[in-house]
Nanobody, 127 residues
Framework: QVQLAESGGGSVQPGGSLRLSCAAS????????MGWFRQAPGKEREAVAA????????YYVNSVKGRFTLSRDNGKNTLYLQMNTLKPEDTAMYYC????????????????????WGQGTQVTVSS
């Protein structure tokens, strides 16, 4: 099983930037499907960005396209989420997930069904 630890959250003004990190241990080397999710108070957890490295398939929720970028440092087994031009509606607890999936579609399905999460990192965007 992969253990995950998110970090990098904080409080920023609208228009600011943050880079979230997700440090993985355990069997992280075997994962090829990874993503970032967020959950705001009173709302359901939603997928923000995901990638299946085996196929190169990527997903970004419409509200973050052009502003957020997901990347991975394989040498460090760390997943990143670069968040630019932050908006108040980006305020949420952010979580990462790393899995193994046979293809991009299975990756998205598996991430949605995932129920193993780290402690998350809080992002607050406010003036």
């Amino acid at each position: 099983q992969v253990q995950l630890a998110e970090s990098g959250g904080g409080s920023v003004q609208p228009g600011g930037s943050l880079r979230l990190s997700c440090a993985a241990s355990g069997y992280a080397d075997l994962t090829n499907c990874m993503g970032w999710f967020r959950q705001a108070p009173g709302k359901e957890r939603e997928a923000v960005a995901a990638i299946h490295t085996g196929t190169g398939g990527t997903y970004y929720v419409n509200s973050v396209k052009g502003r957020f970028t997901l990347s991975r440092d394989n040498g460090k087994n760390t997943l990143y989420l670069q968040m630019n031009t932050l908006k108040p509606e980006d305020t949420a607890m952010y979580y990462c997930a790393m899995l193994q999936a046979t293809n991009y579609v299975r990756c998205l399905v598996s991430l949605k069904q995932n129920n193993v999460w780290g402690q998350g990192t809080q992002v607050t965007v406010s003036s």
